[in-house]
Every structure is written in structure tokens, then in C-alpha cells.
């Protein structure tokens, strides 16, 4: 009975407290009713502008490094000991200048033997020479004696002529007795004598004439002899020139004016031809040019232009103080690097003071594109959803979705295209969180 009276007193005296606690709460007023529907009705303030025209630059700002522009580790080409050692690091070499002589004495007497086989050919060309010569006045004199034996059978044949008709006569005078058959007799042999002399002038032809056609033979074979010792000369001379240029190969020579980098070799030493694991005798670096090699990141790639219309760079090197050089992009590789997905691009910088060594880090500024007189707006002003872009216009204080093309972006700002015109205003932030029709209030900027 005592414990229901207990739970009887608790139930009442929550039940006060309640009544209380609702007692205290104010009632609504007419002013905080008419704060909460202004707060419902309240505008979006938007901070809005219009699209400015001004010059889009897309740089590129990427590490580089310079080397040289010519780089040539020298080799011997022979077999053989080191006689001289001219130059040492650091020194300024000239084009064709002699840094390392080699000592190979067999190549020197090499070429002695070649000297002397040449001197043999050659004597023997003016040999055949001679013989050449020879020979043509052979044939001139074998033709001489052709005409000589022409002539002799022209005389005979004329003689023979002569004789047949005198013994015709004699025949003829014979049968009227007017002569004696002693004297026909005569005058036939005569006339048999003048056929034996025109045949044998005959023959005298045809042996001159084969005598001629051998001193014509003996010509051919004296101007062939001539050709083949001309050939052994220059098969000699040929030699001799390879004799000589292998000999050449003992001095070690500059490729171009540059400056020794790396010496390998002592006097002394015994030297092997180059392979893939010989060590260069001698490095020469061509630094009156160098070489600023740039990587240029995938995304900015295709903007890179060199040849007839290079892009214009600066290039910053930290070690001179932040020394900066004026140039333009000389060559890139076309194809991007597969291991970083960059382009090599390269820039060549005029050195004649020496101040810009191979090795050096610099940092290359390129110019990539330039859009004159263009109509632009922040790219906090652009929106996008999936491949779409529009911003929002401002038109009689509500939100007008304008879609637009986009061009160049360069920093914060965007190359306006197509799709708006400049005296539109434009939210230039927060566009994505605004409606088409939504009325807005305009601010500026410092509000």
C-alpha cells in the first residue's frame, strides 16, 4: 500500500513539470512569422561579369638538362702502342688536330713495299707504252711496202702487156717471113719472162699485205699489253692508297673544335680496334653549340612545333643565377617516350663564351600556343556534365543556360568559341548549383 502511494506522488510530480515546461514556451509572434517566409523567398546572390577579350598563352614549364651539341668517343682503329699522348682534359682541340700518334712500324714499311710495286707498274705502263708505238711504226711500214708491191705489179702487168703484143707482132711477121722463128722464139720468152715477173709481183702484194695485217695484230696485242699494265698500276696504286690510309689511322685526330672531357690512354699503352666493350682513348665534346633536351608531358605534346615554325622558349639555368636564354624549339622526336609517355623535344642555344657546360639542370619555359584577341572567361565560370559545356547567363535577373564551345585554356582562363557573345553576363562561379529560370541577385565581386 505504501509503494502504491510512493509511484502515486512521482506520476503527479512529472506530470507538474511537463505542465510547467509548456507553460514557459513563448507563443509565435507576428515578426518572427513574416522572418521565416522572406527567408523562404530570399534571391541566390551570384557574383557576375562579362567575357573579356584578351591574348591566351599556353606555356609549358618543364625540367631540362644541357649537354652537348656534338659528343665523340675516339677509338683506334688498329693494333699498336702509344707513342704520343698531345692533349689532356680540358683542352680546346681543333678539327683535324693530332691528340694521340700510334707506333706501328710494319705499317711504315707496308707502305715502302707498295711505293716500290707502284714505281714497277709504273715502268711498266711506259714499257707498253714504247711497245705500242713500236708497233704502229710497223704498220706504217708494212703498209709502205703494200704500196711498194702494188707498184711492182702495176709495172709488171704493164711489161707483160708490152711483151705479149711484141710477140704477136713477131707472129705475125714470122708467117710473111719478114723475120726468122729465132726472133719469135726470143720474144716469147721474153713475154713468158713478163708473165713470171707479174706473178711474182702478185705474191710480193699478198706478202706485204700479211705482213701488214701482223703489224696490225702486233698493234691490238702492244695496246692490250698496255691496258693490263695500266690496270696493275692502278690495282698498285690502289695499294699504296689503302697502304697509306691505314697508316693514317695511327694519328688520332679531332672530329670538330671542341674541348677534351675524357682521357683514357697513357704513352705507352698497347691499344686493340674498337668494339662494343672498349674503353675510348678519348672524349671531345663540341660545346661552342649545345643541346637543351625538354620532355614534354603527353597533354601538352601536340602543341609542340619546331621546323619552319618553331615555338619560341626561354630557357632558365639555376647554377648562373637564373641566367635566362632567348631561343625557339629546333627538333622533337615525333613519337612519345613509352616509359613516361613525354615528347623529346630539344632546343639549341648558341655557347660561344663556354658559359653553359654539359650536365647542367636548367628549366625550358615553351610557348606552345598563342590566341590573339579572343573572347575568354575564368574556367570557374564553365560547367560541365558528361561532354557538355554550358555557362550561365544572367537575363532579366534569372539563370540562362547557355551551352558553349571551348578552345584554348591557358591558366584560369578559357577561350570562348561559339556560343556567346561579349556583352552577356555571366556567373562566373558556382554554376553547377543554379537552375535554367532561377531567379538570382547580382553582387560584385568585393560584396
Request: proline share 4%; hydrophobic share 40%; glycine share 6%.
Amino acid at each position: 500500500m505504501k509503494l502504491f502511494l510512493f509511484l502515486a506522488m512521482i506520476a503527479g510530480v512529472a506530470a507538474i513539470i511537463v505542465a510547467s515546461g509548456n507553460f514557459n514556451q513563448p507563443a509565435p509572434t507576428e515578426a518572427s512569422t513574416e522572418t521565416a517566409e522572406s527567408t523562404r523567398n530570399a534571391l541566390d546572390r551570384v557574383t557576375a561579369g562579362k567575357p573579356v577579350r584578351k591574348t591566351l598563352k599556353l606555356y609549358t614549364s618543364q625540367p631540362a638538362r644541357i649537354e652537348a651539341f656534338e659528343e665523340a668517343p675516339l677509338h683506334s682503329k688498329l693494333s699498336g702502342y702509344v707513342e704520343q699522348v698531345l692533349v689532356d682534359i680540358g683542352d680546346a682541340v681543333q678539327k683535324g688536330q693530332v691528340l694521340i700518334k700510334l707506333s706501328i712500324p710494319e705499317m711504315l714499311d707496308d707502305v715502302k713495299q707498295k711505293e716500290a710495286l707502284l714505281a714497277q707498274a709504273t715502268a711498266e705502263v711506259q714499257q707498253a707504252e714504247a711497245a705500242v708505238r713500236a708497233a704502229k711504226a710497223a704498220v706504217d711500214t708494212a703498209r709502205a711496202r703494200v704500196l711498194q708491191a702494188e707498184a711492182g705489179t702495176g709495172r709488171a702487168a704493164g711489161e707483160l702487156d708490152r711483151s705479149k703484143a711484141e710477140y704477136e707482132r713477131m707472129k705475125e711477121l714470122a708467117a710473111k717471113s719478114a723475120v726468122t722463128q729465132k726472133l719469135v722464139d726470143e720474144t716469147l720468152n721474153q713475154y713468158r719472162a713478163a708473165e713470171a715477173a707479174r706473178d711474182e709481183a702478185a705474191a710480193t702484194v699478198q706478202t706485204a699485205r700479211a705482213a701488214l695485217n701482223e703489224a696490225e695484230a702486233n698493234v691490238y696485242k702492244a695496246q692490250a699489253d698496255q691496258m693490263a699494265a695500266e690496270a696493275r698500276e692502278r690495282v698498285s696504286q690502289a695499294d699504296l692508297s689503302r697502304a697509306k690510309t691505314l697508316l693514317a689511322y695511327t694519328e688520332i685526330k679531332a672530329p670538330f673544335d671542341g674541348v677534351v672531357t675524357r682521357r683514357g690512354v697513357d704513352t705507352g699503352h698497347y691499344v686493340h680496334p674498337a668494339n662494343d666493350g672498349t674503353k675510348a682513348l678519348m672524349t671531345v665534346l663540341r660545346t661552342d653549340k649545345v643541346r637543351v633536351f625538354v620532355d614534354v608531358p603527353e597533354m601538352e605534346a601536340a602543341f609542340v612545333d619546331g621546323g619552319d615554325t618553331p615555338d619560341p622558349a626561354i630557357v632558365r639555368v639555376q647554377s648562373l643565377g637564373g641566367r635566362e636564354y632567348q631561343a625557339t624549339v629546333t627538333r622533337h622526336s615525333m613519337s612519345l617516350d613509352v616509359s613516361n609517355r613525354s615528347l623529346r623535344t630539344e632546343i639549341d642555344i648558341p655557347n660561344e663564351d663556354g658559359v653553359l657546360r654539359p650536365g647542367m639542370y636548367a628549366t625550358a619555359s615553351i610557348l606552345l600556343e598563342q590566341r590573339d584577341d579572343v573572347l575568354t572567361l575564368p574556367a570557374s565560370a564553365i560547367v560541365r556534365e558528361g561532354r557538355d559545356t554550358y555557362c550561365c547567363c544572367v537575363v532579366a535577373g534569372k539563370i540562362d543556360r547557355k551551352p558553349v564551345t571551348l578552345g584554348l585554356r591557358a591558366g584560369d582562363d578559357v577561350e570562348i568559341v561559339s556560343g556567346l557573345d561579349a556583352d552577356q553576363l555571366v556567373v562566373l562561379a558556382r554554376g553547377a548549383s543554379l537552375q535554367q529560370g532561377q531567379p538570382v541577385e547580382i553582387i560584385t565581386a568585393d560584396q
